[in-house]
Structure formats: structure tokens, C-alpha cells
């Protein structure tokens, strides 16, 4: 676990994926996802601004109210002073001050945050970043197939191309802004603004889902994922997924038979 001492206050944080408990993740997870949609500042609604000229110019005008309706979510957060990335860095506080944290209610999360309010912004962003690279190492290193992201990949490597083109103007006096429109083309591309309300809500879907895997966990295994760790409950899942592979050829075989 990760110790930090802030205004007196020691926080042990979960940073590994075999300590921490798979509901902080889904929680955690939940919040991270909020944020991606959503976001948590104000700089969050000059993005969704952006994305909406840009949608209006392309003619797409459904994507346009989706992403006019994240904004004013998001600006409904920023007035309630509700970040969804404060409330992740919650998900994976351990205890402070020796008292262990269980409660993951969005309530009690807030008041976490508003307990440690002399945190300094940047620092809490800073440890949040360093826990979640680690975590997302781990989870790439113990289940390549489940979180190997291709495409985020493509996208930091079209970033990267993005700066070096850039720098090559600056550096060489070229016009390189041809080129450097269409990785933008591109990086826009991949965003899809996605519903945050009703019944199509990605909140709604992304508990229905941890439900159902959950549900099947204790269906073929006996076992109560929720009090497993996130590395058993994937590796749970991974070795399920392995078996039913494996059922299904054995029927074709005998089928075939």
C-alpha cells in the first residue's frame, strides 16, 4: 500500500491489484469513467464546447446534444463542487489515521474528500496519476487480453507524432499543418460522448455488467466475488472464460462425432 501524510493526516492508499478489494475498483473504476465522460473541472466544459463545434461543423447534430447534455452535467457538478475524480482518489483510500474506510457510498466518499480539504489540489491529482499507472501496469502485465488497450496506444502514439510535427515547424520554419490536421481528424475520431442518464446511462450499464460477472462467478465457483481482491476476481473470470472455451470445442468435437 502507498502511505501519504498530508496536514497531519496518514492515508494509506491501495496501489496494487492484489490488495485491492474488487467493489473499491468498480467504484473507482466507475468514477474514472464519469470523469472521461463528464469531466471535473472547468476546464472540462471548454472541452465539451470544442467537441460540440466541432460536431455542429461535421453535421452530426445527436452527437452534438449528447455532448451539450454532458456539459450541462458537468456544470452541475462544478456548482455542487462534486468531482468525479476526487471521489476515485476516495475509492482507493484504505483508512486514515488508522480507521479503516468500507464505505463506498458517493456520500461518505464526499465527505472523505471534504476531510482531507487541505490537500492540495495538485497533489492529490499527482498521487491519483501514480496510482493509476501502477494499477493499469498490473492489469496489462496479469490480463493482456482484458486490458491491452490497442487503440488508447495508437492514440498517445498519434500525440506523440502530433508534438514532434510541431516542434519540427518551430525548429525547421516547415508547414507542417496539414499533417498535424489530420491527427487531429483522427484523435477526434475516437471520441464518442456517451449517455450519462436514463436507461442507456454507461453508469447503469457498467453496474449491470459487474452484477452479471459477479453473478456468474458465484453460479460456477461457490465463491462471493465481492469479497475477492481485483487480482482473484479477474483471474477468476479469466480461468471461467478458459474453461467454457474449452467445454464448447469438446461439444463441437463430440457433435462432430
Known amino acids: 500500500m502507498k ?3 498530508i496536514k497531519g493526516h496518514i492515508i494509506k492508499l491501495y496501489d496494487s491489484i492484489d490488495e485491492l478489494p474488487i467493489v473499491n475498483f468498480q467504484k473507482y473504476n466507475k468514477c474514472v469513467l464519469i470523469d472521461s465522460g463528464l469531466g ?25 446534444m449528447l455532448e451539450l447534455q454532458n456539459m450541462r452535467q458537468n456544470l452541475h457538478m462544478i456548482v455542487s463542487n462534486v468531482s468525479p475524480k476526487h471521489l476515485a482518489f476516495a475509492a482507493l483510500i484504505h483508512s486514515i ?7 463506498l457510498s458517493d456520500t461518505n466518499l464526499q465527505e472523505l474528500i471534504d476531510y482531507l480539504n487541505e490537500m492540495p489540489h495538485g497533489l492529490l491529482l ?10 493499469s501496469t498490473e492489469l496489462e502485465t496479469y490480463f493482456p487480453s482484458e486490458f491491452d488497450s490497442a487503440k488508447e496506444k495508437e492514440a498517445y502514439s498519434k500525440l506523440k507524432m502530433k508534438l514532434i510535427l510541431q516542434l519540427q515547424e518551430i525548429a525547421e520554419d516547415t508547414d ?10 483522427f484523435l ?3 471520441h464518442k460522448p456517451k449517455s450519462f442518464i436514463g436507461k442507456d446511462s454507461q453508469e447503469i450499464k457498467y453496474d449491470k455488467q459487474f452484477e452479471s460477472a459477479c453473478m456468474i462467478i458465484s453460479q460456477k465457483t461457490g465463491l462471493n466475488a465481492k469479497n475477492m481482491t481485483v487480482l482473484e476476481f479477474y483471474n477468476t473470470l479469466t480461468n471461467l472464460q478458459k474453461q467454457a472455451e474449452a467445454e464448447k470445442k469438446a461439444y463441437k468435437r463430440t457433435n462432430r462425432t
Open 3 to 5: 502511505v501519504v501524510t
Open 40 to 64: 471535473s473541472d472547468v476546464d472540462s466544459v471548454d472541452s465539451h464546447i470544442v467537441n460540440i463545434a466541432r460536431f455542429i461543423n461535421s453535421g452530426d447534430k445527436k452527437q452534438a
Open 97 to 103: 489515521d488508522g480507521k479503516e474506510q468500507n464505505d
Open 126 to 135: 499527482d498521487i491519483l496519476a501514480g496510482l493509476k499507472k501502477k494499477l
Open 176 to 185: 507542417k499543418a496539414s499533417e498535424i490536421a489530420e491527427i487531429d481528424k
Open 188 to 190: 477526434f475520431s475516437l
